[in-house]
């Protein structure tokens, strides 16, 4: 089985510029969660989609915002791209659609290096 | 919101011995924890997690856990550490809201 595939896995973008980053959840998986990765920061939770509906966000300014598709796929956006934005962004999706059971995790996908100039 | 941390940030251990990793948890209901790995450029590996039960818990590449809820602890061991283990770990903790909050990470170098 395929795991979690983002595209693409570098981007240098400009600041003001804005960027769409996807992520394919391995098959069947319907909940999809985003991550951001830096170095002064660590692993931050941006958020969490299931049945193409946003159950939880984490605490990041409207700038960033993602959808999920029928098909699970999920998109994240970022306007007005900030310096400080530069990061790897990383996708995981889950199986379980409740985290009351022992069956839960989160598989990550390589993710996406963004480079803002 | 449930938080771990991680107190180490560098570990250097010789090829060949033991090693264990330490995370502590924030004090709470009993938590939902998991051990990451992160070569570099890469995404994150679940090396194993702890809901309930067993305090104990085995994972892949020979790492084991154990859950001391006295200790508010989740520390990563192995017996016998190879050069390919060299990568970054992370400790997490589940929240209700489908967000896994990591610890900042323990660096591992691995020395002939």
């Known amino acids: 089985k395929a795991g979690v595939t983002q595209t693409p896995r570098y981007l240098i973008k400009t600041r003001g510029q804005q960027v769409t980053l996807s992520c394919s959840p391995i098959s069947g998986h319907r909940s999809v969660s985003w991550y951001q990765q830096t170095p002064g920061q660590g692993l931050q939770f941006l958020f969490e989609?299931?049945?193409?509906?946003?159950?939880n966000k984490g605490n990041f300014p409207g700038r960033f915002s993602g959808r999920q598709f029928s098909n699970s796929r999920s998109e994240m956006n970022v306007s007005t791209l900030e310096l400080g934005d530069s990061a790897l962004y990383l996708c995981a999706s889950s199986l379980a659609t409740s985290i009351r059971t022992s069956k839960y995790e989160q598989y990550f996908g390589p993710g996406t290096r963004l480079t803002v100039t | 919101a449930q938080s771990v941390t991680q107190p180490d940030i560098h570990i250097t251990v010789s090829e060949g011995a033991s090693l264990e990793l330490r995370c502590n948890y924030s004090y709470g209901a009993t938590p939902y924890l998991f051990w990451y790995v992160q070569s570099p450029g890469q995404g994150l590996q679940l090396l194993l997690k702890y809901f309930s039960g067993d305090t104990l818990v085995q994972g892949i590449k020979g790492f084991e856990a154990e859950f001391k809820r006295s200790q508010s602890s989740f520390n990563l061991r192995k017996p016998s550490v190879h050069w390919s283990d060299a990568a970054e770990y992370f400790c997490?903790?589940?929240?209700?809201?489908?967000?896994?909050?990591f610890g900042k990470g323990t660096s591992l170098l691995v020395t002939p």
């Open positions: 989609y299931f049945s193409e509906t946003q159950r």
């Open positions: 997490a903790v589940l929240n209700s809201g489908y967000a896994l909050n």
